[in-house]
């Protein structure tokens, strides 16, 4: 007798996957059965966290440490994966890194490392894999922006105009996208305990919280999706009651103090 074929397992491809968001992120996909593709730089760190979901719950963990920055890295990804035949369904781009400080005193090539990694490799790998995504007809990508997305920051610049970009670029692929069968959607954490963000500051949130609004947002329809109740009260006050030069000049006096002591 012929027995019934077991369904295929779906593979989430998570970047930024070592530590923080990322990884509270692939413990709540491996929770749900999901195998995983974990991506970061530190093969190390990596390494640890494939073992211990592959340990804690049973699904196949691949790694490629890799730093999304470099250019022709997106690229590069995509070709690792299609030579393991690696069918995505789910991709999450979380890797990011912030600068802080003011422009003029930052380091010119820290800054266009940022611009590479949070927009460029964002970009890349969404139009990388999207379109195999759309011709099954199913699939998710989910982007990870941020509440500096929605007003102008002073002091975390190139960072916010980054997560900015993500969101805009997120919601028009989202529009694209709408009667395809695959869902897109950013999601935009606030301050939260990660090894990014060391800074003491109230109201910070912690991975696992955010990894539950991605889970949710991946059950959603909209475009965006805010985590938390204060942050997305904050950006709707900054991003649509203030004008830009008052969201920029209150953003301005708090960081400013974090990034010069005064």
Do not use: C
Request: net charge positive; aromatic share 4%; no cysteine.
């Amino acid at each position: 007798m012929k027995t019934k074929e077991e369904p295929r397992r779906r593979t989430a491809v998570v970047t930024g996957a070592a530590t923080g968001i990322g990884a509270a992120i692939t413990e709540r996909l491996a929770g749900q059965g999901m195998h995983l593709v974990l991506v970061a730089r530190d093969s190390a760190r990596l390494e640890a966290a494939a073992e211990r979901l592959r340990a804690e719950h049973g699904v196949n963990v691949s790694t490629l440490a890799l730093d999304l920055s470099h250019q022709g890295a997106p690229s590069r990804l995509a070709e690792w994966l299609e030579d393991a035949g690696t069918e995505v369904d789910v991709l999450v781009n979380n890797a990011g890194v912030s600068v802080l400080g003011p422009v003029a005193g930052s380091d010119p090539a820290r800054v266009r490392g940022l611009v590479d990694l949070n927009v460029g490799a964002v970009a890349e790998l969404t139009a990388l894999l999207l379109p195999a995504m759309v011709a099954r007809g199913r699939g998710a990508i989910v982007n990870i922006a941020g509440t500096g997305a929605y007003a102008p920051a002073p002091y975390l610049a190139a960072y916010a105009a980054s997560k900015a970009f993500v969101l805009s670029f997120t919601q028009a692929v989202w529009a694209e996208t709408r009667r395809t069968g695959v869902r897109v959607v950013a999601v935009s954490p606030g301050p939260t305990e990660t090894p990014m963000n060391t800074r003491r500051m109230p109201g910070k949130r912690r991975p696992d919280a955010v990894a539950d609004t991605v889970m949710s947002a991946l059950r959603g329809r909209g475009p965006a999706v805010v985590d938390g109740g204060l942050n997305t009260f904050q950006t709707f006050v900054f991003g649509r009651l203030l004008p830009p030069s008052a969201a920029a000049r209150i953003a301005g006096r708090t960081l400013r103090k974090a990034a010069l002591g005064k």
